[in-house]
């Protein structure tokens, strides 16, 4: 049984690089996409996928509140927000929502071993270690 991740930015060409970078992990496959917070969270409740790889500044909603309201389903997906905004805040806040914090720019080295414990413990609803 594959993986399932939906990936939530407003920048195309990233969410094509993590497309692709995700592509290349065995039992892995990107399930979607979404360009805003309002239709993630629609793709998230119809796709229910097993990680949302989520943007915090984006459109119409941000990260935060999308993960807000997945938290209240029955069954939330696992969340990690990936961000270029690198700061305490946004780290304390993922953090707060159970959710691990990686940069954009650090995405390539850290997202391969969340995503591997991930799996590894059958997607438990507390965040990996070294989230926030």
Known sequence: ??????????????????RKFLEM????????????????????????PDL???DIAMPRMNG????????????????VFLSMHDNAEYRLAAQGLGAAYVGKCDFVDKLVPIIAQ???RGLSTSPPSGAA
């Not at 992990?25 to 229910?48: E, I, N």
């Not at 999308?66 to 969340?79: D, E, G, L, R, S």
């Open 64 to 79: 935060l509140e999308v993960a807000q309201h997945m938290n209240t389903w029955p069954k939330p997906p696992q969340i």
């Open 52 to 54: 949302v790889l989520l």
């Open 25 to 48: 992990m065995p039992g892995v496959a990107v399930v979607g996409h979404a360009f805003d917070g309002s239709d993630a969270l629609l793709k998230a409740a119809t796709l229910m």
């Open 1 to 18: 049984m594959k993986f399932k991740v939906l990936l939530v930015d407003d920048n195309p060409t990233f969410v094509n690089a993590v």
């Open 118 to 120: 991930l799996r590894l």
